[in-house]
């Protein structure tokens, strides 16, 4: 029996299976609100057996997107469209995720696909950025304004507001954005952290923020689910975020709560070299597993059934996350079923009679 398609239970929640549709910004928000796109691009990876189904990072602030287009959860109004999409992965016996985000430096920045690099100009809708310090991410972005400890204030309530918001609308997990050089990266990397401040400078100050946060989010998140906490494990970088720092600060994750810590790296530097290839983050997310005590998704090119399987098998990882290669394929949990020779998995009643060859086909199935 194959381990990746068996159920696991995070405190009172249980899902599924350990596929969890990783967070991926789609920028295809107006204000901030979800539409059709996310509604069809989230629930087609319900019906295709995912056990948790994760939106893109969720800006916590205005502010704080990506790009103008980012989903948000800075508002009330954002709620409802929400509510439409985790009716809908319920219904499909999937768990509904949201990442909650603040891109710091690296917000007001151009959809990926148009082509254009750097911060957008205020006179075509771009904003100032915040950060922890005035150090720009690259010579293309425009250089953040350093918060304030009132603003740090600020933020920390944002993070808390928005999980509210997450319960109303319907999510059972959320998962706090700490990685990818967005705006807890930043003050965890002493590359974009030159404060003097109790925010700033040693290991205790830097990771500051990130414990304040998580803790703030659990206080107001029901005991019965389950939190998660996605981190960079390594800048890439000499003298940057380190896996030592990452195991430390998983530690004390746990202690606050936590119950997984997503574990990616990257983003803060744009000179980074990093070696990309198959697996090639799995080896934080066991370290950071066997060193903390606490349970670890990770992803970064796993694309073969087996080779997922045998990352949770070998204890390297308790959760599988899946970017590219379910947007390939939104039905790889499904096809994954009959490659690793299970039958664990369900396909809907809707489509059962096209993935049995032994089915009769009535003549209402071939009709257009």
Same mark, same amino acid.
């Given at each position: 029996?194959?381990?990746? !398609?068996?159920?696991?239970?995070?405190?009172?929640?249980? !899902?599924?299976?350990?596929?969890?549709? &990783?967070?991926?910004? =789609?920028?295809?928000?107006?204000?901030?609100?979800? *539409?059709?796109?996310? %509604?069809?691009?989230? @629930?087609?990876?319900?019906?295709? @057996?995912?056990?948790?189904?994760?939106?893109?990072? #969720? #800006?916590?602030?205005?502010?704080?997107?990506?790009?103008?287009?980012?989903?948000?959860?800075?508002?009330?109004?954002?709620?409802?469209?929400?509510?439409?999409?985790?009716?809908?992965?319920?219904? =499909?016996?999937?768990?509904?995720?949201?990442?909650?985000?603040?891109?710091?430096?690296?917000?007001?920045?151009?959809?990926?696909?148009?082509?254009?690099?750097?911060?957008?100009?205020?006179?075509?809708?771009?904003?100032?950025?915040?950060?922890?310090?005035?150090?720009?991410?690259?010579?293309?972005?425009?250089?953040?304004?350093?918060?304030?400890?009132?603003?740090?204030?600020?933020?920390?309530?944002?993070?808390?507001? #928005?999980?509210?918001? +997450?319960?109303? +609308?319907?999510? &059972?997990?959320?998962?706090?954005?700490?990685?990818? @050089?967005?705006?807890?990266?930043?003050?965890?990397?002493? !590359?974009?952290? =030159?404060?003097?401040?109790?925010?700033?400078?040693?290991?205790? *100050?830097?990771?500051?923020? /990130?414990?304040?946060?998580?803790?703030?989010?659990?206080?107001?998140?029901?005991?019965?689910?389950?939190?998660?906490?996605?981190?960079?494990?390594?800048?890439?970088?000499?003298?940057?975020? *380190?896996?030592?720092?990452?195991?430390?600060? $998983?530690?004390?994750?746990?202690?606050?709560?936590?119950?997984?810590?997503?574990?990616?790296?990257?983003?803060?530097? $744009? *000179?980074?070299?990093?070696?990309?290839?198959?697996?090639?983050? /799995?080896?934080? #997310?066991?370290?950071?597993?066997?060193? &903390?005590?606490?349970?670890?998704?990770?992803?970064?090119?796993?694309?073969?059934?087996?080779?997922?399987?045998?990352?949770?098998?070998?204890?390297?990882?308790?959760?599988?996350?899946? +970017?590219?290669?379910?947007?390939?394929?939104?039905?790889?949990?499904?096809? $994954?079923?009959?490659? %690793?020779?299970?039958? =664990?998995?369900?396909?809907?009643?809707?489509?059962?009679?096209?993935?049995?060859?032994?089915?009769?086909?009535?003549?209402?199935?071939?009709?257009?």
């Amino acid at each position: 029996m194959s381990l990746l !398609l068996e159920p696991i239970t995070f405190r009172q929640l249980t !899902l599924r299976n350990r596929i969890v549709v &990783s967070p991926m910004c =789609q920028y295809s928000c107006a204000d901030g609100l979800a *539409n059709d796109w996310h %509604l069809v691009h989230l @629930g087609s990876r319900a019906v295709g @057996g995912a056990g948790l189904i994760f939106t893109e990072a #969720a #800006a916590v602030t205005r502010d704080g997107r990506i790009t103008p287009e980012d989903l948000g959860i800075w508002s009330d109004d954002q709620i409802a469209p929400l509510q439409r999409i985790t009716r809908f992965i319920n219904a =499909q016996g999937a768990v509904a995720g949201i990442q909650l985000a603040h891109a710091g430096r690296k917000a007001s920045t151009w959809r990926p696909w148009l082509g254009k690099q750097g911060s957008i100009p205020a006179d075509q809708g771009g904003w100032t950025p915040w950060g922890p310090s005035s150090i720009a991410f690259d010579p293309q972005h425009t250089p953040p304004t350093p918060l304030d400890e009132a603003q740090i204030k600020s933020v920390i309530q944002a993070f808390v507001d #928005a999980a509210k918001r +997450a319960l109303t +609308a319907g999510f &059972s997990v959320v998962e706090i954005h700490a990685a990818h @050089g967005y705006l807890l990266h930043q003050f965890l990397s002493p !590359l974009s952290n =030159q404060r003097r401040d109790q925010y700033g400078g040693s290991f205790e *100050n830097r990771i500051r923020l /990130t414990l304040e946060v998580t803790e703030a989010v659990r206080q107001v998140w029901p005991d019965e689910l389950p939190l998660f906490v996605r981190v960079s494990a390594t800048d890439w970088v000499e003298d940057g975020w *380190n896996p030592d720092e990452t195991v430390e600060l $998983a530690k004390r994750l746990k202690v606050l709560g936590a119950d997984l810590v997503d574990v990616s790296s990257g983003g803060t530097a $744009a *000179n980074a070299e990093i070696p990309v290839g198959p697996g090639y983050q /799995t080896e934080f #997310a066991g370290r950071v597993r066997q060193e &903390s005590g606490i349970a670890t998704g990770t992803v970064g090119m796993i694309t073969e059934p087996y080779q997922a399987d045998t990352i949770l098998r070998t204890g390297q990882a308790d959760l599988i996350l899946l +970017a590219r290669e379910l947007l390939r394929d939104p039905y790889w949990p499904l096809h $994954a079923d009959d490659d %690793l020779g299970g039958r =664990q998995a369900v396909w809907p009643a809707q489509y059962q009679r096209a993935t049995h060859r032994d089915q009769p086909i009535h003549e209402s199935d071939l009709r257009d």
